[in-house]
Nanobody, 126 residues
Framework: QVQLVESGGGLVQAGGSLRLSCASS????????MGWFRQAPGKEREFVAA????????YYTDSVKGRFAISRDNAKNTVYLQMNSLEPEDTAVYYC???????????????????WGQGTQVTVSS
């Protein structure tokens, strides 16, 4: 069983930065691909970024490439999402998730992820 707890959300002006953290319980953190998703009001949950088990590979949705960076520290059982140049369109609840899939392709669909955090709100004002 994996429990995920996000932190670091908040209110920021457009152009600003936030760093989200997601702490995982358990001793098998490095067994999971970790991902970040977001959900805006009235919209479906969408993929943002993911990182392979040992951080070698990362993948981003097009709208955040060059602005967001995902990283992980397996010794601390934590995954991060550094968000720079934030835009009002980035406003959403951000969720971290863990996928047990052992694949060369990083999963980007929610149903590939077995464990989810409770979410943290990110609001970007214009």
């Amino acid at each position: 069983q994996v429990q995920l707890v996000e932190s670091g959300g908040g209110l920021v002006q457009a152009g600003g930065s936030l760093r989200l953290s997601c702490a995982s319980s358990g001793r098998t953190f490095s067994s999971y691909v970790m991902g970040w998703f977001r959900q805006a009001p009235g919209k479906e949950r969408e993929f943002v970024a993911a990182i392979s088990r040992f951080g070698v590979n990362t993948y981003y949705t097009d709208s955040v490439k060059g602005r967001f960076a995902i990283s992980r520290d397996n010794a601390k059982n934590t995954v991060y999402l550094q968000m720079n140049s934030l835009e009002p369109e980035d406003t959403a609840v951000y969720y971290c998730a863990a996928s047990p899939l052992q694949s060369l392709v990083i999963p980007t669909t929610p149903n590939a992820y077995s464990y989810w955090g409770q979410g943290t709100q990110v609001t970007v004002s214009s």
